[in-house]
């Protein structure tokens, strides 16, 4: 139970380079000579070759990837490696650890998050000429784009995105020379150490330093957010490419058969991508639990703060990469699209704007196009389709140029203001969506 080897692992990486930052920092203070930082930070690299190629048994009767770390390194390289851990505490060490790790994990969900932003642009870019019903209630509601219901995706990505990078500003703080909870009595070099890291600065209190992992709970709560957006496109998905809509034909890779029915296409991967939400947000809860009630500073609780981190950081990877090639690979009927839209009377609206234009209160209007709706469900047809006479008869400021009014296409074009369903608004935000996922690719000088 005390022994944390078996998750810990994934911290290999960052604990030599954070081992070696340190080990050449105490070289420039004096601490250690040029000849032992030279060879424990040549010894550490060699560790974690090992460690890389499955050379290395990692012992729980060493406890932790600092000690497994730390006892092969000495093994390699004899006494210089036991001057490794001079001013410094397994528990600065593992708060390092774990921020490096946070910042990483950071890049690799913004970088999917990139793809599958990709992915939903240029399913946009496709699909901007196909009209579908907008929801509300899951009734079908006004006529939109396509391609603006899949920006709205992209919309709730870019804010995850910017949770996580959020987060990982403010891990960007090095808590190394906290000690065990009292900093050192070395004359420290710890913004040097934090600059070799990549860290914007360092931490300003031991004890906090080493006693919190709000940076974790605050990534993990990026991720349960990430994960929410994306149960709730994989609930449209399964929606979708069910019959009763059938809007999508989802890539074959993605769907299973049954072993029972020989018809069935189940679409499982959506429903999977619908159902990892609630390993996130489990992960989410379990840290704050954690973590509440501590007393300062550090506390081996903690160390149960590390699996629900990485499951969260893992879990949401796998569900983004799953994800931007499930929406790739989308092929949708637009032939089906258009009946759903030509079904329900969905420019309703459209009719009461159209005689707001002509004079008549909006309630009023609101109240006359609801009277037309139920004269065209009497008569069994769209409202679209409903003959003038008919209109004028419950509506009769309606003008001669009403036909243009309810046809679809033309409704969500006259939507046409920024966020819009009009075809020029999609294709800005499609051109801006382009243009911020290029920019991003660029290299950073
Ligand atoms: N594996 C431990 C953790 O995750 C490392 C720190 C151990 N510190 C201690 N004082 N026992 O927290």
């Known amino acids: 139970m005390n022994a944390s080897i078996d998750f810990d692992r994934r911290l290999a990486r960052f604990d030599v380079r954070g081992s070696q930052a340190h080990a050449r920092m105490l070289g420039r203070i004096g601490v250690l000579s040029a000849d032992e930082v030279t060879r424990i930070v040549e010894g550490l690299a060699a560790v974690l070759g090992e460690l890389e190629r499955g050379e290395l048994q990692l012992e729980a009767r060493l406890e932790d990837i600092h000690m497994n770390v730390e006892a092969r390194l000495t093994q390699l390289i004899g006494e210089a490696g036991a001057k490794l851990h001079t001013a410094r505490s397994r528990n600065d060490q593992v708060a390092l650890d774990l921020r490096l790790y946070a910042r990483d994990a950071a890049e690799v969900l913004m970088a999917r998050i990139d793809a599958l932003e990709a992915a939903l642009v240029g399913q946009a870019r496709r699909t901007v000429d196909v009209i579908a019903p907008g929801y509300t209630h899951l009734q079908r509601a006004q006529p939109v784009r396509l391609g603006h219901h899949l920006l709205a995706y992209f919309e709730m990505l870019e804010r995850d995105r910017g949770r996580l990078g959020d987060a990982a500003r403010r891990a960007g703080e090095s808590p190394l020379g906290a000690g065990a909870l009292a900093a050192s009595s070395f004359a420290l070099d710890r913004s040097g150490v934090a600059a070799e890291l990549g860290f914007h600065g360092v931490t300003h209190n031991s004890l906090d330093a080493v006693g919190d992992r709000d940076f974790a709970i605050e990534l993990t709560a990026a991720c349960a957010l990430t994960a929410t957006h994306l149960s709730r496109l994989g ?211």
């Open 235 to 445: 609930e449209e998905l399964v929606l979708w490419a069910s019959q009763e809509f059938g809007f999508a034909r989802l890539p074959e890779g993605y769907c299973s058969g049954s072993s029972l029915m020989p018809q069935k296409v189940n679409p499982d991967i959506p429903e999977l991508v619908r159902a990892k939400v609630g390993r996130v947000v489990g992960d989410l809860v379990t840290l704050l639990m954690v973590v509440k009630g501590l007393p300062l500073a550090y506390n081996k609780d903690l160390q149960e703060t590390q699996e629900p981190l990485y499951d969260a950081v893992e879990t949401t990877a796998q569900v983004l990469g799953v994800m931007a090639g499930l929406v790739r690979g989308l092929e949708f009927d637009a032939a089906r699209l258009a009946r759903a839209v030509d079904g329900g009377h969905l420019t309703a609206t459209e009719l009461a704007d159209h005689l707001v234009g002509r004079g008549v209160p909006f309630r009023r209007a609101h109240d006359q196009s609801g009277a037309a709706v139920r004269r065209a469900i009497e008569l069994g047809v769209e409202l679209r389709a409903l003959p003038l006479d008919e209109l004028r008869a419950v509506a009769p400021e309606v003008g001669p140029d009403v036909g243009e009014w309810l046809d679809p296409a033309r409704a969500a074009d006259r939507r046409d203001v920024v966020g819009g369903p009009a075809r020029g608004r999609v294709m800005d935000e499609i051109a801006r969506a382009e243009a911020l996922l290029a920019a991003r690719l660029e290299p950073s000088q």
